[in-house]
C-alpha cells in the first residue's frame, strides 16, 4: 500500500506518507509548552503518522492568531519546546517532527492587527494598520530567528505557515497586498526569510501555501503556480492548501476546513495536482482526506497526503486506517478558537 511507503527525497526522510497537518492546540500557557502539549504529540507518534506538523507558533510577541498557541518568538521558549521534541521522539526516533511558524497578521483579536496593506477584513470587523519597511524587516528577522530557535529544539524541520490569511499568505495575495515597494512581490518576503535562516542553518524548510484564496480579486491557481515555481528551488515540501478567514465571509462557510459531506473527499486535491505538475520539489495534499482509498489515488499524484480533523477525532487513525469517522462539525475549530483545548468535541451535548 502506497500510504506506508516510505518517502525519501532531498533532506525529508518520512517512513510512510501520512502528515498530521498542522493543528492549532491551545495548550501552551504563556506561550510556554506544556504536559497537555507533550501527551498530544507524543499520542499523534504513537498513532504511526510519519510527519507531524506542530500548530501554528507565534514568532513574534505581538503576532499572536489566538489564546493559548505556543511560543517561539524567544529563546527562554526553546526549554520546553526541546523537551516537547525529545519526549516524542523517545515515542518514535523515526517521526519527522515539524514546528509550523506563523505572523497573524490582519487574523487576530488579540495583537495589534497589521498587514501589507490596510484592508478590512469584513469577517472579524478588523481594520488591520498598513507594515512599515522598517516592520517588515524586523519580523523578517523574527521569522529567521524562530527558525533558528526550532533548530535547536532538534526539530527535524519548519513550515512557513503562509496559507490560510495570516501574515506570510497576505503578502502572497493580490487581495491583501496592494504594496507598491518591493515588498509588493510576497514572495520576495520569504524567500528573504529562507535566505537568512540559511545563513546559520541548513534546517529544511517547508512552506504551506494557498493554492487559491476564494475571495474576489484574491490570489488563483494561475498565481500560486507562480508562486509555488518561484519557492522550488529554496524548500523542501509544498503544501497546497486554500482560503482565508475572509474567505469565509465570501463564501458563507469554512474555506479551509470544508465540511466534506457537502465538498466532497479531498477538496483542495486537484489545486495540489497542478501544482505537483509544476514543481520538482515534493507536494503534499490537504483538506477533507478521510479514506484510505482516497488517500492512495491521490499519491499517485501527489508525494505525501496531510490530516488535521481525522487526527483530532482519532491520533491513532494510521494504525487501522479504512475510513475516518469524523463528521467535520468543526466544533474542535470553534473550541480553539476561544482558547479552548484541542481535542474531537463531536459527542458533546450543546
Ligand atoms: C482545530 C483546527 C486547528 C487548525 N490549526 C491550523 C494551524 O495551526 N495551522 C495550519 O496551517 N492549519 C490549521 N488548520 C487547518 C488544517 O491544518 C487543515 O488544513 C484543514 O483542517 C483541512 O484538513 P482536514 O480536512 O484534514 O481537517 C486547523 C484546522 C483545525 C480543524
Known amino acids: ?33 506544556t504536559s497537555e502539549l507533550i501527551e498530544l504529540y507524543k499520542k499523534l507518534a504513537e ?23 505556543t511560543g517561539i518568538s524567544r529563546d ?24 509550523q511558524i506563523a505572523h497573524a497578521g490582519r487574523q487576530t483579536l488579540i495583537s495589534p492587527p497589521v498587514a501589507p496593506s490596510a484592508v478590512y477584513d469584513p469577517s472579524i470587523n478588523v481594520m488591520p494598520r498598513e507594515l512599515t519597511k522598517e516592520e517588515i524587516e524586523r519580523i523578517i528577522e523574527d ?14 524541520a519548519v513550515q512557513l505557515h503562509c496559507a490560510h490569511g495570516y501574515l506570510l499568505s497576505e503578502f502572497l495575495s493580490p487581495h491583501t497586498n496592494r504594496r507598491k515597494d518591493e515588498y509588493g512581490d510576497g514572495v520576495k518576503v520569504v524567500l528573504e526569510i529562507i535566505e537568512r535562516a540559511r545563513e546559520k542553518s541548513k534546517l529544511p524548510i517547508l512552506v504551506k501555501m494557498n493554492a487559491h484564496d476564494f475571495i474576489p480579486g484574491g490570489l488563483e491557481l494561475k498565481d500560486s503556480i507562480k508562486i509555488a515555481k518561484r519557492l522550488n528551488d529554496f524548500v523542501s515540501a509544498i503544501e497546497v492548501s486554500g482560503g482565508m478567514y475572509e474567505s469565509n465571509y465570501h463564501n458563507r462557510y469554512n474555506v479551509v ?21 509544476e514543481v520538482s520539489v515534493p ?19 501527489v508525494d505525501l497526503i496531510a490530516m488535521s480533523r481525522p487526527l483530532i477525532r482519532d491520533p491513532y487513525l494510521p494504525r487501522h486506517w479504512n475510513k475516518s469517522d469524523c463528521i467535520s462539525c468543526n466544533r474542535c475549530l470553534n473550541a480553539v478558537a476561544v482558547g479552548e483545548k484541542l481535542r474531537c468535541y463531536k459527542n458533546d451535548n450543546f
Open 76 to 99: 527562554e521558549f526553546v526549554k520546553g519546546l526541546k523537551n516537547l521534541v525529545e519526549e516524542v521522539k523517545k515515542v518514535d526516533k523515526e517521526v519527522f517532527f515539524v514546528a
Open 143 to 156: 521569522f529567521k530567528n524562530a527558525v533558528l530557535r526550532a533548530e535547536k529544539a532538534g526539530f527535524d
Open 283 to 301: 507536494v503534499i495534499a490537504v483538506g477533507g482526506i478521510r479514506s484510505i482509498e482516497v488517500a492512495e489515488k491521490l499519491l499517485e499524484s
Open 257 to 277: 476546513s470544508q465540511k466534506v459531506h457537502k465538498s466532497g473527499e479531498a477538496y483542495f486535491a486537484k489545486y495540489a495536482i497542478e501544482i505537483k505538475k
Open 47 to 69: 498513532g504511526g503518522t510519519g510527519m507531524i506538523v506542530t500548530g501554528y507558533m507565534f514568532v513574534s510577541d505581538d503576532g499572536k492568531a489566538m489564546p493559548k498557541m
Open 1 to 33: 500500500m502506497k500510504v506506508f511507503t516510505p518517502f525519501e527525497s532531498g533532506d525529508l526522510r518520512v517512513k510512510n506518507r501520512i502528515v498530521r497537518s498542522a493543528t492549532a492546540e491551545a495548550m501552551a500557557e504563556e506561550g510556554f509548552v
